[in-house]
């Protein structure tokens, strides 16, 4: 999760490989978007990006999703494990990992 925000109406995302040349020409790769409703805002918050490091990489026992052609030239370089630190953190006045509460 990125974000909390208060829409109206029906969010949408627009995404686009046109760069500051104009020439858009070059292929960008997205992630997915998803929009989730939820009851009220959250309490707490977690926001981990980062690298290889951050998703679990070298930690083992990795999701197959992102385990898939390990060492192919198509490999996702990146593998996600539940292992990854941002899962094994436990928020103040939280009892379960974020792991566990995800």
């Not at 627009?14 to 104009?22: A, I, Q, R, W």
């Not at 070298?58 to 996600?80: F, K, P, Q, T």
Request: proline fraction near 6%; hydrophobic fraction near 30%.
């Amino acid at each position: 999760m990125l974000g909390v925000y208060q829409f109206t109406g029906t969010p949408q995302v627009e995404l686009t490989n046109t760069t500051d040349d104009g020439t858009a020409d070059e292929d960008v790769a997205f992630t997915s978007v998803a929009f989730q409703k939820l009851p009220g805002k959250p309490k707490d918050m977690v926001v981990a990006m980062g690298d290889a490091y951050t998703s679990g990489e070298r930690s083992g026992d990795y999701y197959h999703v992102s385990d898939r052609d390990h060492g192919e030239i198509s490999w996702n370089a990146c593998r996600r494990s539940p292992n990854a630190w941002p899962r094994k953190v436990t928020l103040p006045n939280q009892t379960h990992t974020v792991g566990a509460l995800a």
